[in-house]
């Protein structure tokens, strides 16, 4: 049986720090690996550095002839900075400002805090790893290097969900459209063969369509870009499309409509052609409410005299990933996907500090006799 451990705030609050206060976009994650792989093995926990690309590496923390049920995974790489002299650890109030504070800083902080909390009361967690992955935030390939090398049936994704643990998950669609035109002077410009005239007209009607067949769908025009063309009409346009939608959406019926409605709208006179992708289709998933992974939750909010309110995460995340290799993936980490990607991120200093005291129930109830 497992035995009790404490959740050291001071001591997380150091390293919560320290992680916010260097800078690490994705793609340029090797100071805070470097940082963390020498902080936990100062700590005595067993780390393993294992490359993603050249010069980057995920971080594995898994015990000796351990055969993990459940892994907790956090990302340490964040968006780019809005201000590159600005982006640093500042608490005010309780509320931590900084990038990646929300996303997800304060989440892998806690997971730490709680894996060390565990062994230091004399216990190896034996059925659980920690792994902290770079890349979430672009193309998710530190996940997909971690997935060459484990598979386990369970996870916990610290993503930020308030500590609502969430067993459903939003599906994903990437849509790149690109519109082209004729090039002609400024003042002699036309809806015909206008490139950026006719990708805003496709825009507001998939945005119209979306409303109406797909109300719960969550749609973002993420990039618009046309050449620069100085005094003259641009002879191309492209668009960047983000769609999250609710789990059982049938992603391969949709991609479908989507191709027809920008057929219509683009094809014939209206532009001189078009190109369209889809460069992510990621589905979404819905768990049962039993299982080994639900059933620890249930113990654990149950253990810390906390509500269990199970809910669905609205975002893209490596948990689609997870699901794909048939692991069964819980998202449940501290702060508000609201704040994530702002330009003034913060988290609750005591929402990291509960959610590190969950993550340590967890470890109990996982290892309990």
């Given at each position: 049986?497992?035995?009790?451990?404490?959740?050291?705030?001071?001591?997380?609050?150091?390293?919560?720090?320290?992680?916010?206060?260097?800078?690490?976009?994705?793609?340029?994650?090797?100071?805070?690996?470097?940082?963390?792989?020498?902080?936990?093995?100062?700590?005595?926990?067993?780390?393993?550095?294992?490359?993603?690309?050249?010069?980057?590496?995920?971080?594995?923390?898994?015990?000796?002839?351990?055969?993990?049920?459940?892994?907790?995974?956090?990302?340490?790489?964040?968006?780019?900075?809005?201000?590159?002299?600005?982006?640093?650890?500042?608490?005010?109030?309780?509320?931590?400002?900084?990038?990646?504070t929300a996303d997800m800083k304060g989440g892998c902080a806690a997971l730490i805090e709680a894996f060390l909390s565990?062994?230091?009361?004399?216990?190896?967690p034996q059925r659980a790893g920690l792994f902290l992955v770079v890349g979430e935030e672009e193309s998710g390939d530190?996940?997909?290097?971690?997935?060459?090398?484990?598979?386990?049936?369970?996870?916990?994704?610290?993503?930020?969900?308030?500590?609502?643990?969430?067993?459903?998950?939003?599906?994903?669609?990437?849509?790149?459209?690109?519109?082209?035109?004729?090039?002609?002077?400024?003042?002699?410009?036309?809806?015909?063969?206008?490139?950026?005239?006719n990708m805003l007209r496709m825009l507001l009607r998939l945005a119209e369509w979306i409303e109406k067949e797909y109300?719960?769908?969550?749609?973002?025009?993420?990039?618009?870009?046309?050449?620069?063309?100085?005094?003259?009409?641009?002879?191309?346009?492209?668009?960047?499309?983000?769609?999250?939608?609710?789990?059982?959406?049938?992603?391969?019926?949709?991609?479908?409509?989507?191709?027809?409605?920008?057929?219509?709208?683009?094809?014939?006179?209206?532009?001189?052609?078009?190109?369209?992708?889809?460069?992510?289709?990621?589905?979404?998933?819905?768990?049962?409410?039993?299982?080994?992974?639900?059933?620890?939750?249930?113990?654990?909010?149950?253990?810390?005299?906390?509500?269990?309110?199970?809910?669905?995460?609205?975002?893209?995340?490596?948990?689609?990933?997870?699901?794909?290799?048939?692991?069964?993936?819980?998202?449940?980490?501290?702060?508000?996907?609201?704040?994530?990607?702002?330009?003034?991120?913060?988290?609750?200093?005591?929402?990291?500090?509960?959610?590190?005291?969950?993550?340590?129930?967890?470890?109990?109830?996982?290892?309990?006799?």
């Amino acid at each position: 049986m497992s035995r009790p451990g404490n959740i050291q705030d001071s001591r997380l609050k150091d390293l919560f720090r320290d992680m916010v206060d260097i800078y690490s976009p994705s793609g340029k994650e090797e100071e805070i690996v470097e940082f963390l792989a020498e902080w936990l093995r100062n700590a005595g926990l067993p780390v393993t550095l294992r490359e993603v690309t050249e010069d980057r590496y995920n971080i594995e923390v898994v015990w000796p002839n351990a055969q993990p049920d459940v892994a907790f995974l956090g990302h340490v790489d964040t968006v780019a900075a809005f201000d590159i002299e600005r982006y640093e650890f500042d608490e005010r109030e309780g509320q931590v400002y900084g990038l990646g504070t929300a996303d997800m800083k304060g989440g892998c902080a806690a997971l730490i805090e709680a894996f060390l909390s565990y062994v230091e009361a004399g216990n190896e967690p034996q059925r659980a790893g920690l792994f902290l992955v770079v890349g979430e935030e672009e193309s998710g390939d530190g996940t997909s290097a971690l997935l060459d090398d484990w598979r386990y049936p369970w996870a916990v994704v610290a993503e930020p969900t308030s500590l609502i643990p969430c067993l459903s998950h939003y599906g994903y669609v990437e849509m790149l459209v690109r519109a082209f035109g004729t090039r002609r002077h400024a003042a002699q410009a036309g809806h015909e063969y206008n490139a950026i005239f006719n990708m805003l007209r496709m825009l507001l009607r998939l945005a119209e369509w979306i409303e109406k067949e797909y109300p719960e769908a969550i749609l973002n025009i993420r990039d618009l870009h046309s050449s620069e063309s100085g005094f003259a009409v641009p002879d191309r346009c492209a668009a960047w499309v983000d769609l999250h939608l609710p789990p059982q959406t049938p992603l391969d019926h949709l991609s479908e409509e989507l191709e027809k409605l920008i057929q219509d709208s683009l094809s014939g006179s209206a532009v001189t052609h078009y190109e369209m992708g889809f460069p992510t289709l990621a589905k979404g998933y819905e768990l049962p409410h039993e299982g080994l992974l639900p059933d620890l939750l249930a113990t654990a909010y149950r253990d810390l005299e906390w509500d269990f309110a199970p809910g669905s995460f609205h975002s893209h995340s490596d948990a689609n990933l997870l699901w794909n290799v048939d692991c069964k993936p819980v998202i449940l980490g501290p702060g508000q996907l609201a704040k994530a990607h702002t330009r003034d991120e913060s988290v609750s200093f005591e929402q990291v500090t509960r959610a590190a005291r969950l993550y340590l129930a967890i470890l109990r109830a996982l290892h309990r006799d």
